[in-house]
């Protein structure tokens, strides 16, 4: 297993991704949660992966190490990397010894061309701000043949009106930065991955089941870096605000029983070119 030092890890980010590693490393251990609620559509992505027992699979912006650890269930050796240093130690402290999880940046992954027999994403790379370097590190370190699957938000739906909400109580919102639901899009798809995979693509919908809006809230304001990162900058009455729109947006979903949210995502399946 990799240990990571302050310094070590600066050098494995870029410097223009430096503050997003922060953000995304706000979560911590409580991103877990975040997980486990598309554990249905990260389980999916693993199915269309399907790792075999002795494969080398890297699974990139791993997060606490959800997708990993079922990829690793199945036999193979995995490799998890991320952003951000406070997940990946909730990752190294939730998983298995076996699994190698690394502070790592997808824009700029530390391994040797052709390293991996499979590689795989969960709601992590679709976020990258140099979309176009990030699909092409997925291919550079996929051997000839190798196998790719992700797992993207669409561009609408339930999480998209939830990123709409937060984006809208930011006081200063990203710039420069593309929508990280472009990766939603069935011809961005093919525009950043067919030059280095053979793809095909699916849809389906997650769903979110919770006993009320403040469970989700709480949840998002603790375990999701972005969320979990604004707020401490908000005044306390801009982050009511934000707290109170984000629980209505996900009101609006109650049924009988509870609040039940679709969130509708892709799957690409793809073969690395080459061989």
Known sequence: MQTDTPAATAD????????????????????????????????????????RAGE?????????????????????????????????????????????F?????????????????VASTFGVMFCGDPERAAAELARVCRANGRLALATWATFGGVREMF???????????????????WGDTDRLHELLDPHFEVAIETATSTCRAPDGQTVWDAFANGYGPVAALLPTLEPAAAARLRDDFIACHERYRTPVGI???????????????G
């Open 164 to 182: 709409d909400v937060v984006m809208a109580h930011h006081p200063n919102p990203p710039k420069g930065r593309p929508s990280p639901f472009a």
């Open 260 to 274: 039940l949210v679709e969130r509708p995502y892709v799957i690409v399946v793809g073969r690395r070119r080459g």
């Open 56 to 100: 080398r699979v890297l699974d990139v912006a791993t997060g606490t190490g959800w997708a990993a650890r079922r990829i690793a269930a199945r036999g193979a050796d995995v490799t998890g990397v991320d952003i951000g240093a406070d997940v990946i130690a909730a990752a190294r402290a939730i998983g298995p010894a076996s699994i190698d």
């Open 12 to 51: 494995r980010i870029r410097p223009q991704n430096e503050l997003a590693g922060r953000v995304w490393s706000t979560g911590g251990a409580e991103y877990e949660r975040i997980s486990r609620q598309i554990a249905d559509a990260i389980e999916h992505c693993v199915d269309r992966l399907d790792p």
């Open 102 to 118: 690394r502070v790592g940046d997808a824009e700029a992954l530390e391994f040797a061309d052709a390293s991996f027999d499979a």
